[in-house]
């Protein structure tokens, strides 16, 4: 609905434009004359277009369920807000050094300890700008042009996106619902190379929500460090387990890189906080990349977090974990019962990567279609990679069990 200021704003462009327009013997083809070329080569994230779509549907009135973006639904629990609005109101909101407000650094370093069983020294430990800034900075850190990546297949897509930006190639590992989605020691050893300088796992994972085991675990970094292979492990989803306790890499190994958010378990996605921890002597190398690439993360959600290790709060985060759980529950048999074909049920995170080739050959027509017609988005597997890609569809259950129980209506409705 046009309002005064956009009339104001119009106006003032049709003045300015034609002192803003190039005669026509200077117009230039910008994507030719400047765009980069690895620019040319970004395929576009499927679900943030499916998310423009439904939100267009919204606009328009429609009651959307949204099955398809990776955020809880649950808010910032109340122990991090009080924390934030205390410090805010103070007034002194500064930066940090590069590597971290010390006392997050250190309350990481407590949290290893004392519920995952891991001696990490917050000296290891960087506070990043969510987790992509830490991928961002293990990525910078590690590759060379021409460095090759091995990466899951299907995998969290924006992973191959950060290799490429710096000049390395992605090497895909076709991984199937027989290994729980995750890369076997043959495997990786028959895709190896002269020029493998990482490989990347994820546990529990994206799209599949399955995890690695600590025996194939323990097979890879003992694979990685006699070929000088960089181990870099994603545990974002790390709380997000049902029927085990957490576990990471690092009370196994030391000589790893693991990237982890406040996002997923800790249910601060918008504060854009995350972590990186690295080996013993690569710390001094990281605060150089962070000190240039973004200076410190955000100071305000630095100070938030600080609560989010505190009692109270893991308490409310686990009462949430339950929750996750019951609605994977519910998702899983309802999703069975309409005859999708889940090959290996998730034990993390909070999504389900599902057969859809008993109602469709391409699981991107069969997104459109449920959103189109029942208004359920979901993401089709063609944004997690390309084996067996247009045979599965991911679906987050970031809802409450009523509306999982009506999109499952809907979905029935439409098939």
Request: aromatic share 8%; with cysteine; glycine share 6%.
């Amino acid at each position: 609905v046009p309002t005064k200021v956009n009339r104001r704003n119009r106006r003032r462009e049709a003045k300015l434009r034609p002192h803003l327009t190039p005669s026509p013997d200077t117009v230039l083809d910008i994507t030719t004359t400047y765009l980069a070329q690895r620019m040319r080569d970004i395929p576009p994230f499927h679900v943030m277009e499916l998310l423009t779509r439904a939100q267009q549907l919204q606009a328009d009135g429609h009651d959307v369920i949204h099955m398809e973006v990776g955020e809880p639904d649950f808010p910032t629990p109340k122990p991090v807000l009080d924390a934030a609005q205390s410090f805010l109101k103070e007034g002194h909101v500064r930066y940090t050094a590069a590597l971290g407000l010390p006392a997050l650094r250190e309350a990481i370093s407590a949290f290893y300890a004392e519920h995952l069983g891991a001696c990490v020294s917050a000296h290891r430990i960087t506070v990043t700008a969510g987790a992509s800034g830490a991928l961002l900075l293990a990525v910078a850190s590690l590759t060379d042009p021409g460095d090759e990546w091995l990466l899951s297949d299907p995998g969290y897509p924006c992973n191959r996106q950060f290799v490429q930006a710096f000049g390395g190639r992605v090497k895909p590992l076709a991984v199937h619902a027989q290994s729980a989605y995750q890369p076997e020691l043959a495997q990786v050893r028959d895709a190896w190379s002269a020029e493998t300088k990482a490989l990347l796992l994820a546990s529990p994972s994206n799209p599949t929500g399955t995890l690695i085991d600590d025996e194939r675990l323990d097979e890879l970094a003992t694979f990685g460090r006699a070929r000088k292979v960089a181990l870099v492990v994603d545990e974002i989803y790390q709380g997000l387990v049902y029927g085990r306790p957490a576990r990471t890499v690092l009370a196994r190994h030391e000589d790893v890189f693991v990237v982890n958010s406040f996002s997923k378990y800790f249910g601060m996605t918008g504060w854009r906080l995350g972590w990186l921890v690295v080996p013993p002597a690569m710390t001094r190398h990281v605060e150089k990349l962070a000190q240039h690439l973004f200076i410190a993360a955000s100071t305000p959600a630095q100070h938030a977090a600080l609560a989010a290790f505190s009692e109270e709060n893991l308490a409310i985060l686990e009462q949430r974990r339950h929750r996750f759980g019951l609605r994977r529950d519910k998702l899983l048999a309802g999703l069975k019962a309409l005859d999708f074909r889940i090959d290996s049920p998730p034990e993390g995170a909070f999504y389900i990567y599902a057969n859809s080739t008993h109602h469709a050959a391409d699981s991107t027509d069969l997104s459109r279609r449920l959103l189109e017609d029942c208004h359920v988005a979901t993401t089709p597997g063609l944004d997690f990679g390309e084996y067996l890609a247009r045979q599965h569809i991911r679906l987050a259950y970031t809802m409450d069990e009523a509306r999982i129980e009506e999109a499952l209506h809907r979905i029935r409705l439409a098939l």
